[in-house]
């Protein structure tokens, strides 16, 4: 899930949980908000902790320099 669909899947889950006041024969739309909310914070948090690229390392070198290992 990339960024853009989790704070999609989050906001759509506000509207549904704060603001649908609709009643529907067998689902609840706030408990469907709380769902989509649920799935888009957590899809933020995996966003930011897992899939974001690394910054890249650098180790000193044997002459005292900074080299970047290529990676």
């Known amino acids: 899930m990339r960024l853009g669909t989790a704070i999609f899947l989050l906001a759509v889950g506000a509207v549904l949980r704060f603001a649908v006041t609709l009643e529907v024969s067998g689902v609840d739309l706030q408990t469907v908000g709380v769902i989509l909310m649920v799935v888009g914070v957590l899809g933020i948090v ?8 690394r910054s890249r390392a650098s180790s000193t070198s044997a002459d005292g320099g900074y080299s970047d290992r290529g990676y």
């Open 46 to 53: 995996l966003e930011f902790a897992f899939f974001r690229p």
